[in-house]
């Protein structure tokens, strides 16, 4: 049986001294991306044939609102049709073996490494991220074909046999228990049917992929919608299909819709030949979805992430160095716009004069701008709607709060959406410490005892990640037996709250954060897209 190894390119290219060469292809295939990819019309592809709707979407970098591409505005009408493509190659699909499917996502992968630069420069443009940011996330990508491949190989395609010995007597009316003949039992996992993957801006190629494959490996299919409202990332999707097709995925497995959630979205949900929905985004969508589908009856089964009010408490006991290092990280990297993201720092009022002093210093000196340049750390904003939350909070923040670091939009020149990452001293009651703001902004509160800094870190209806930097060891008991969070880092130099590795981190949101307790990149994240079978034979 193979084993896992986590991609890790930019570490590989580092640690064996090629960062340059690392930088050149990166550079090379920015290039490529914009003679080859973009500024075309692109096709939705729903049964493995092009299909275009009446009206059509534009899509522009959030970088410098350069044209990406023309696409789909798909409505129900071209929803519907993927579902009935979806459900017409349901029935051989999940017959197929599930080695042949293994062999398919594994091909994925390799096809996905050959060309990861340049995926991952269609993806910096798409949505803004740096070139290390969209590297690891399609490193990630392929960590989830090779670890969900790893998952059924393991499991033996989730399938288990087991015997019930014949009796020498026998009864003349049965009962729980009674002796009989001998019983051959199998318990199987098997497939739902058709799964809706509505995914969104911020990972659209690995979120998209771990949600599309723990469907489709399992023996779903799958319509896929990537987001294509304010926050687009429709050329992510395109290129998802093409490298599944490529590696041999039979057409209706994986049909691709772009268009409207109220439209697209809303026929996946209510249509009854859809059985189950993966989604990640907003607590409000996903809830929203969950009710309308049981409202009408119609017991779909839902694997949701949604979002997070991550916290970090830093002790009078922590390294400051490594705080400020996992601090600055978790809550700028990607300006931010991560479900994972820094938002809340509780730190002891003895050391908040130094911790904070070193916060600022090292915030201040990340460089803001394209992110297609390699000395900038923080890229723009998704969306105007994403500016018009900054100025909400900051307007907040100098009304209840303290601005210490930030507040202001920046570079408004280049096109895109640029602001300052925003440091905030505020008391925890504030409303700020409750909404999840998704956007480079960071509120700081003291604290005198652990025990109510752990009490805050806990006050919010979310539940996916949080941090410690203690060296204190009843701290840090305390807060792994008291935190609630599904996702947990402990002294974390890289980051205090984001950035989970397949098969090493469960990513996993509690409380509003998610749904079934079970998370992405763990050995139990494929049974949400299987139910329980036992089937007894009697001969």
Known sequence: MPTFENEFTYKGFLESGREREFDRQFDEAVEKVRKGLLGKRMPMYIGGKEHYARE?????SP????????????????????????????????????????EIFRKAAQLFSKTKFVVAAALSIENGKTRYESIGEIDEAIDFLNYYSLEMERN??????????????????????????????????????????IAPFNFPISISTGMSVGAMITGNT????????????MLS???????LKEAGLPDGVFNYVTGPGSEVGEELVTNRKVSGIAFTGSKLTGLSMIAKSYGLGQQKTFVVEMGGKNPTIVSRYADLDAAVEGVASAAFGYAGQ??????????HESVKSEFTSKLLEKVRSFNIGDPL???????????????DRYKGAVDEARRSGRIICGGNQVNAASGGIYVEPTIV???????????????????????????????????????????????????????????????????RETSATTGAIVGLHTFVGWKASGLTGKGTGSRYYLEQFMREQSCSVVR
């Not at 991560?338 to 730190?347: F, I, P, Q, T």
Request: charged letters at 25%; one cysteine or more.
């Open 373 to 387: 340049r390699k000395e900038n750390y923080i890229g723009p904003l998704i969306s105007s709607k994403a500016l």
């Open 222 to 233: 799958v319509v896929f919608k990537p987001s294509s409202t304010d926050n687009m990332a």
């Open 425 to 491: 001293e505020m008391d925890h009651t504030n409303k700020l410490f409750y909404h999840e703001l998704f956007l480079p902004f960071l509120l700081i509160d003291t604290y005198k005892d652990f025990e109510s800094a752990l009490e805050r870190a806990n006050d919010t209806e979310y539940g996916l990640t949080a941090g410690l930097y203690s060296r204190k060891k009843a701290e840090i008991e305390s807060f792994l037996n008291g935190i609630q969070a599904g996702t947990v880092y402990i002294n």
């Open 156 to 197: 033996k395609g989730y399938v288990r046999r087991t015997r019930l010995e014949a009796s020498k007597k026998g009864v003349s009316a049965g009962f729980q228990g009674a002796p009989g003949k001998e019983e051959k039992v199998t318990i199987r996992m098997r497939p739902y049917g058709v799964f809706g993957v």
């Open 56 to 60: 059509e979407i534009m899509e522009y």
């Open 63 to 102: 970088i410098d609102k350069s044209f990406i591409g023309r696409f789909q505005r798909g409505t129900r009408v071209e929803a519907a049709l993927a579902i009935e493509a979806a459900y017409g190659a349901l029935g051989q699909w999940q017959q197929t073996d599930y080695s042949e499917r293994v």
């Open 237 to 243: 999707g395109i290129l998802i299909y093409k490298t």
């Open 338 to 347: 991560k479900c994972s993201a820094l938002a809340r720092v509780y730190v």
